[in-house]
């Protein structure tokens, strides 16, 4: 039972069925087997150069491509016109939505569980 909790992201007190308990490494492994999938879809302005996603930043007037990028082999990305930046998909969506990296890992289950 230890084992799956632990696998399962389960805090400490919590039962192994509550819907915010995140197993961050997994869910990181699992939206960046799906990056490029998910770049299309969260930044739909953009386009892949290389190994990259270059987009316009929707949190700000970004007139063109360019600034904003997602390394879509290691997941990271930023913003190089304001210094924004994450290491994963997860702080991706996080800033995106500007919501917390928990809520964004939830929201990310939600939309990798619809698509499997």
């Known amino acids: 039972m230890a084992d799956d909790r632990s696998r399962l ?36 302005s953009g386009r892949r150069v290389g190994s990259e996603w ?3 930043n929707p949190r700000r007037s970004d007139e063109r491509l360019g600034s904003f990028k997602v390394n879509l082999v290691t997941g990271r990305w930023a913003d190089f016109a304001t210094g924004d930046k ?9 800033y995106l939505r500007c919501v917390s990296q928990s809520e964004a890992a939830r929201l990310l289950r939600r939309e990798l569980g619809e698509r499997r």
């Not at 994450?86 to 996080?94: F, Q, V």
């Open 9 to 44: 992201g389960t805090a400490k007190g919590r039962s192994s069925t509550a819907p915010y308990d995140v197993d961050f490494p997994s869910m990181r492994a699992l939206a960046l087997a799906e990056i490029s999938d998910l770049c299309w879809r969260w930044l739909p």
């Open 86 to 94: 994450g290491g994963d998909p997860i702080s991706l969506l996080a």
């Open 54 to 56: 270059v987009a316009r």
